[in-house]
């Protein structure tokens, strides 16, 4: 890896803060930014994401944009370009054509088809590459390099409970989400490629897992229900409800499902009845899944922690508690305790209306 420049370092921050927006929306091509930037002005000529549904990508869309004015210029990118024909062309054939005289990379793409192999032909082209560790882009291609390299997604745990660390009452499923937490949490999922709840969730809490934003309706994520011993409920929301948006069961290979054709059924390795959580998540990053929201209740969220399988954890708290005919959110202490014993650290704090959000993550790569 290179050390970059002050000048590279800003740009590289642009073009990932640009394109952080977009995640969620590039289906299963990572969200990209490019930046095309002259060096002798330092001043932006061209900049481009990938485009919805993932195609075109963003480097070849930003040279587009920049025509004639690409010739001798930077191109700043947050993940190394692909030299490979898919369904759209090689990008590192548009760089090379539009006279791009040096690439600065935010990250490398563990994908075989790309790794390194891109870098390699720009060099051999003339075109002087900078790869870097820049850990802006790592972080927007989290879900991508997790996909690739450890054969699973990016995990987002969203959880609330309420000042007293309950999460519901006794036979009534949790307490519901209102106004800012809740834009929040909607906010999220349609950041997310997909939205799994657990059986027992699904069937107490009945939820919908949609995106109910103003103008935001369209990225609703595939919704998925984890099926536990006793199987899934064909009644709830989510498998017998129409609405219109994709959604699946994940069930142990030799569990009885009993859902409609429109729902699909993954029937992955487990035991007891239950998947297992390892090969649930291979076999969404199969299905080119690369940021994977949970809201789990107890039971799942402690698994998943348990498992070391959580990258992110959202913890919301409501100001208000439940009281002694409430459901902890963990058997094993303070829920925030048993985040910290799972190696996740605090990376930041936000006031939701009357509500508070702590997030904890993996500790930080360095830069």
């Avoid at 642009?14 to 929306?25: R, S, V």
């Amino acid at each position: 890896m290179t050390e970059l420049s002050p000048e590279d370092r800003r740009w590289l921050d642009a073009a990932a803060h640009y394109a952080a927006p977009f995640t969620g929306t590039t289906a299963d091509n990572p969200a990209v930014g490019a930046l095309v930037v002259d060096p002798r002005t330092q001043m932006l000529v061209a900049r481009a994401v990938t485009a919805k549904g993932g195609r075109p990508h963003a480097e070849a869309e930003a040279v587009a944009q920049a025509g004639f004015e690409a010739a001798g210029c930077t191109l700043y990118v947050t993940l190394e370009p692909c030299h490979h024909w898919g369904r759209t062309p090689p990008c590192v054939d548009a760089i090379i054509r539009a006279g791009i005289m040096r690439v600065v990379i935010g990250a490398a793409d563990p994908d075989p088809r790309t790794a390194g192999g891109s870098v390699a032909q720009l060099e051999s082209a003339g075109v002087e590459t900078v790869l870097a560790n820049h850990a802006p882009s790592l972080a927007l291609h989290a879900g991508h390099i997790l996909r690739h390299t450890a054969n699973r997604p990016f995990v987002t745990a969203a959880l609330v409970v309420a000042a007293d660390g309950m999460i519901g009452r006794q036979g009534e499923g949790r307490a519901p989400v209102e106004g800012p937490a809740r834009q929040w949490i909607e906010m999220l999922r349609s950041r997310s490629n997909a939205v799994l709840v657990g059986a027992a969730t699904a069937r107490a809490d009945n939820p919908t897992l949609t995106v109910s934003l103003p103008g935001m309706a369209g990225p609703t994520p595939l919704r998925i229900v984890l099926a536990g011993a006793s199987g899934v409920d064909h009644k709830v929301n989510l498998i017998g409800g129409f609405s219109g948006y994709r959604t699946a069961i994940i069930a142990e290979t030799a569990a009885p499902v009993d859902a409609p054709v429109s729902v699909e059924t993954m029937r992955v390795a487990g035991k007891a009845g239950r998947p297992d959580l390892t090969a649930a998540l291979a076999a969404l990053a199969e299905r080119h899944i690369q940021n994977l929201l949970v809201e789990p209740g107890q039971r799942l969220a402690a698994a998943l922690l348990e498992a070391d399988l959580v990258d992110r954890f959202a913890l919301i708290t409501r100001a208000d508690p439940i009281g002694a005919d409430g459901v902890p959110a963990s058997m094993d202490g303070p829920i925030a305790d048993v985040i910290a014993a799972a190696g996740l650290v605090e990376a930041g704090r936000q006031v939701l209306g009357d509500d508070s959000l702590i997030l904890y993550e993996r500790p930080p790569q360095a830069d």
